[in-house]
């Protein structure tokens, strides 16, 4: 029977009285989808069904937030055991020291935690945090990335044509809303990535002003955008050599491409880590990490981080089980992921060639994005904006829905393997994607 999604439209059309374009993130809404998104119900190890019971093998796990797939029998139980004794006391908890002194194994330089909810609270304190402790105003943030929704970072994080970018010596900041506090990116400084000369040239200009460079270690809002070789630790040279910090946004990367996430797959040290989505399993669990001498300004009267909700009981219960499944038989579910990954890169670059189809797959272990390009590889936002063609992904990523397979509907997002994937999960993916291409203008 063909695919329909009756009860998605209606409940639609339902919300548009009570929600913003059907949710409460634009990237769910109609602007990612078509006329509107999927609802889904409920969800199961690699599995997610819509409201309409269509069932899809996800790729998306919520942008990056289940490492261990939907609703993993340990952490249901750790979530129901924990709620049963109470949801949060916003206290001093021991489940906090816990979880704490699992990220301090983990994570290379965690000498200190202090936990929030999300990505965009941890990577904002951490500006904050290297701002108040270096006392300088301005941070290095990169083109294509993305740091969460505070007015400081949201500059050239979306696509633009190439026209608006300005000369690679000199980015146009182009700011990506509406509201920002007008100085509010006064002391960003838009640098493009992978482009050491660039970042050189910044520290010339603005040198002792710099308190922190902030950088993804993999670009994972404009597809996935891997590091040249040595460029990270080539950055980690120069802000050590002009006493700057390097804040390592591992919101995306952390709990996924190691267990000390970019830090130990490139081996560069960062002086602040964030983490957010894959910590929590599901629930709304961030940290940012670092050296105790950085981390303590922190103490009362220096630098201000509160959150009533930081460290929820429950998130820390969840994000313990989560830990334990990923670190369990020395790390057998990040090889089991990087396993998963680099099987479904393979067939897909395999399908590309043998039907000529002008598509890249781009990937580190179990992150991966496939971008419609004539070129044999993007390696930075400039590239994406000017050669990656966006609407023709989105219509393959579309096509693919019908037959069962939930992957971004966006170009510049990614698909993530899981633990719950399977490798039989790989092998309907492909052929699913060698059905649909030739109907993909
Ligand atoms: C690299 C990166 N940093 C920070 C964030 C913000 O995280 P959150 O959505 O939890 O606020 C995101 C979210 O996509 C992200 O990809």
New binding site residues.
Partial sequence: MPRTTKQSEALFRRSLDSLIEGGSSPSRGPANYSDYPLFMDRAEGAYIFDADGNRYLDWMMS?GALPLGHAHVEVVEAIQKAAAEGTHFASATEIEIEVAELLRKMIPGAERVRFAN???EA?MAAIRLARGFTGRPKFIKFEGQ???WFDDFLANSHPHPTVSLGHRHDPIKIPDSSGLNRRALDDTIVVPWNDMPAVERAFETWGGQIAAVIT?GII??MGVIPPAPGYLKAVRQLTRQHATLLIL?E??TGCRIAPGGCQEYFEVHADIVTL??GLGAGLPV?AFVGQAEIMEALAWGGVLHYGTQNASRLGMHAARANLECLLRDDGAAFKHTWRIGEELCTGLRDIFQRTSTPAIVQNVGPMLQILFTEKPSIGDYREFCSFVDRDRYRRFALSLFDLGIYMTPSAALHSVASLAHSDEDVAYTLEAVEKVLSDVE
């Fill in positions: 942008y999300t990505g965009t990577t993305y740091h969460g993804e994972a809002n946004d919101t995306v957010g989505k961030a």
